[in-house]
């Protein structure tokens, strides 16, 4: 599950886990399917990672100004209270950067999720009690999500969170003490950052269309729907071929394109409407992969040649999890 947490006392214990598709779980890839994404970002790996561990830093912590004021993260100066405003949620350092501003949405999900949508537990004493965290915690901090992020670069999602282990501290945040547990910390949002970055990125593909019968993927989502499609065009039993209707015909046609070719780079005519629902019901089993949602019974459906749908839809999840992640830090 995303996070199981227990009552925010002083005699309660805090318990971190990422929903995963993890070992035991049908649904982590295995090798088989598709092709891993790492190959796809190479050298890039290292510098995205640490980019955003350090923005990530910044967005929890802030910066230390003249007289001893904070600027740049998720709490006021006394860290007591999450500021909901997108400027005042970055502060003066931050707000002119878009991808900040997503990442920082991100890490507030993130923290929602781990403090069970807690975020302002331990009263006015902030998200850390009344300890201000130390330079080499907040350093191991850094480094958790660092390590996190190039798992998830390197090996995918799913087989990241797989590999995890659970982050138990008392009384929330504010029981974190010392390098281990900072650095426990972030690795648990890095993951989580990462998987929330996957779900992002599929919640904000756009359509349109411009007639009845002619449906596109917008401009700039088409490198994530090409992804999709190559999963579809897996699944051609399940998703059938894309169908294309020009005006005045009385039915459509199908299509002699991929799934993938069709929905990236689409002619004049576009697809159909029910063409359109396929690729957006193919969209959602893919978002059910990164959630974790192994309730969605098409996850556990297996092709004509006994390929399993679960498996591959999480490795498209992957690979549309470090797109996201590139984007962020671009």
Do not use: C
Not at 12 to 35: E, F, W
Not at 280 to 297: E, P, R, Y
């Amino acid at each position: 599950m995303l996070s199981t947490v227990s009552s925010l006392d002083n005699s309660s214990s805090l318990q971190i886990t990422i929903k995963s598709t993890g070992a035991g779980n049908p649904l982590q890839p295995s090798g088989n399917g598709l092709s891993s994404s790492s190959s796809a970002y190479g050298g890039q790996q290292a510098g995205i990672a640490e980019q955003l561990a350090n923005v990530l830093t910044a967005l929890l912590f802030g910066t230390q100004g003249q007289g001893g004021t904070r600027g740049g993260g998720l709490f006021d100066q006394n860290g007591s209270g999450l500021l909901s405003d997108s400027a005042g949620l970055l502060g003066a350092g931050l707000n002119a950067a878009n991808p900040n501003a997503q990442l920082g949405n991100l890490l507030l999900k993130a923290l929602s999720d781990i403090l069970d949508d807690d975020t302002q537990q331990n009263g006015q004493n902030g998200l850390f009690g009344q300890k201000q965290p130390t330079d080499t915690e907040k350093s191991a901090y850094t480094q958790g999500v660092k390590d996190a992020l190039s798992a998830i670069l390197g090996d995918g999602y799913s087989q990241s969170a797989g590999n995890s282990s659970p982050l138990t501290q008392g009384n929330g945040l504010s029981g974190l003490n010392g390098e281990s547990s900072f650095n426990q910390l972030g690795g648990a949002l890095g993951l989580n950052v990462g998987q929330q970055a996957g779900l992002q990125a599929l919640n904000d593909i756009s359509t349109h269309n411009d007639s009845p019968n002619r449906y596109f993927v917008d401009t700039e989502d088409r490198e994530l729907a090409k992804e999709i499609g190559q999963f579809m065009d897996q699944y051609p039993e399940k998703f059938g071929k894309p169908e294309y209707q020009k005006d005045g015909w009385p039915s459509a046609k199908t299509d002699t394109k991929s799934w993938a070719e069709a929905l990236s780079n689409p002619d004049d005519d576009g697809m159909t409407k029910a063409s359109m629902d396929k690729f957006l019901q193919a969209t959602g089993i893919i978002k059910s992969a990164v959630a974790g949602d192994s309730g969605n019974a098409n996850l556990h459906q297996r092709g004509n040649g006994g390929s399993s749908l679960g498996i591959d839809a999480a490795t498209i999840g992957d690979r549309i999890i470090n797109i996201g992640l590139e984007k962020l830090a671009s």
